[in-house]
């Protein structure tokens, strides 16, 4: 087994910085420091960047292999910023409008969402009289409220008294202790179809709408406010980008390299050990699944507050059973359309509580390919639908379940009239399941990761810096603020100012 030593690595005036995970939070944490200066090495055990926000080929066909909503931009155009760059200069980003579209009654019923508020307003009228009002106190309350908000998500909360800091109290009557997500926006709408068009993002988080924290009323309306956005290529081009940006600052990403544990001199990290070869660090920073890596990188018997045992009682996101068409035509269907099950409420139940499958499912389809020739052979199209399922505790058996779940996602397609014809234009298809996921690096394929309960949020989810390790620090879906791609690329600034004000790195 090779030893290689901190000379022979690096020059050992500089402080050494690994990032272990090329998925979004750690890239922008890696390309925020290899822009200060730091000697940056990110450690990707898969063959590409991206993590869950990689691109997935399927023969001649390209599809993003998780995430496909970008909402608030400017977070990641500001951190492209601080390193002197433009992000427009590396991605081509195109605005939706309408944002997406929402199907009720089997796709008999669509409701079009916008940014348009005149237009948004009238649409509610329309289909749901007497509610355009309730939108429009919403737009106005939310906002504030994500004013009160965004300082309590954009810094560290390691020590409870944080509670007692001024930018929580301002934000305390905001956040809607004791009521879930659907209370907020009942008291907004009175059409249950309207309170699921602005509650559904709960599943961005992986939960119930009945039971996320009604402070999370903010991400509807972060979309309504900034818009939904599609870069060319796909989201997964964020990832490309950014590590262009870390290569172009004199970093180093060592991609088929994955990381087998931490180096440790008790509670101290020193390194890590990839592919056999160890290696000296003076940080540590961990951007894969946090409960991943601490029950595959940490010995057993080192953690306490978030050991192998104390995880398995915590609470996780739900998972989703992926399916990507490589179609032989283009479909006339909106970017991004949802498709909400007769009784939503019943669904959701049993996928975040009783852990079954429901016969009558709600999904998700990206027709990317409408505004997208990047992803398709001309006159082809990539779709992309996702049904949200219950995560692996749930031990459904997935081996034989696959093949059955694709034919119910085909079925429900051809129930919906513009894909009535739809198995007739398959040139290739490929299914992904909690099972894959959980192969690919996620926890019990809970692909939202650590659940968002209030006792899961803020001081209560795993610290930015790391409070069970010394020189190890978080980034991504498993710290604070939480998942999502705008909170993700906020972790990695949070993490990168507290390494530069607490360790010194990158000053």
């Known amino acids: 087994m090779r030893d290689y030593s901190h000379r022979e690595l690096f020059n050992v005036s500089e402080k050494r910085v690994a990032v272990i995970g090329a998925g979004p939070g750690g890239l922008a944490a890696a390309m925020i420091l290899a822009s200060r200066g730091v000697s940056v090495t990110v450690f990707e055990k898969q063959p590409f960047v991206g993590g869950r926000t990689s691109r997935l080929q399927v023969g001649e066909f390209a599809f993003d292999r998780g995430p496909t909503f970008l909402n608030m931009p400017y977070i990641l155009e500001e951190i492209f910023e601080e390193t002197g760059r433009n992000l427009h200069d590396y991605v081509e980003m195109k605005r939706l409008e309408p944002m997406y579209d929402l199907y ?36 106005s309350e939310q906002a504030i409220k994500l004013s009160k908000l965004m300082p309590v998500l954009q810094t560290a909360h390691d020590s409870l008294t944080d509670y007692v800091s001024l930018r929580v109290l301002k934000a305390l009557p905001f956040l809607s202790i004791g009521k879930s997500l ?29 039971e996320c924290p009604g402070g999370f009323s903010i991400l509807s309306y972060m979309e309504h406010a900034y818009g939904v956005h599609h870069p060319i290529g796909g989201v997964n081009q964020l990832c490309t980008a950014m590590a262009r940006v870390i290569e172009e ?17 008790g509670k101290s990290v020193n390194g890590l050990v990839a592919n056999n070869v160890h290696y000296s660090f003076d940080e540590v920073i961990i951007g894969a699944d946090f409960a991943h890596a601490m029950t595959s990188l940490v010995p057993n018997g080192t953690l306490s507050r978030w050991s192998p045992e104390q995880l398995q009682k915590k609470r996780y996101s739900c998972s989703t059973f992926m399916l990507y068409l490589g179609l032989d035509r283009l479909y006339d269907v909106g970017h991004h359309t949802i498709h909400f099950a007769d009784d939503y409420e019943q669904n959701v139940k049993e996928m975040t509580k009783d852990l079954k499958l429901s016969d009558d499912f709600s ?69 992904l399941t909690q099972k894959d996921w959980e192969a690919f690096g996620v926890y019990e394929g809970a692909t939202f990761n650590l ?57």
Not at 113 to 123: G, L, N, Q, S, V
Not at 184 to 205: D, G, H, N, P, R
């Open 104 to 139: 009720f009654d089997r796709g008999r019923r669509v409701l079009s969402m916008t940014t348009d508020r005149d237009e948004m307003f009238e649409a509610i009228e329309a289909q749901f009289p007497g509610n355009g009002e309730g939108y429009e106190r919403f737009m």
């Open 182 to 210: 659907y209370d907020v926006l009942s008291e907004y709408f009175t059409s249950e179809e309207l309170k699921y068009a602005f509650t559904f993002q709960a599943k961005y988080l992986g939960m119930s709408a009945w």
């Open 249 to 265: 600052e004199g970093g180093s990403i060592r991609l088929g390299e994955g990381v087998d544990r931490l180096l440790l001199d």
């Open 363 to 431: 999904f998700y389809v990206q027709n990317a390919s409408k505004i997208d020739p990047t992803l398709a052979p001309a006159g082809k199209s990539s779709l992309y639908v996702l049904v949200p399922v219950p995560n692996n505790l749930s031990n459904l058996p997935w081996e034989t379940l696959e093949p059955k779940m694709t034919e119910l996602v085909l079925d429900a397609l051809e129930t919906r009239s513009p894909y009535k014809d739809i198995r007739d234009h398959i040139e290739v298809k490929q299914a």
């Open 451 to 507: 659940g968002h309960n209030l006792s899961q949020m803020m001081y209560f989810r795993p610290h930015n810096q790391f409070e069970e390790l010394d020189h190890v620090w978080l980034v991504g879906g498993g710290t604070h603020p939480g998942s999502g791609l705008p909170t993700i690329f906020e972790s990695a600034r949070i993490t990168t100012n507290l390494l530069r004000d607490r360790a010194g790195v990158g000053q």
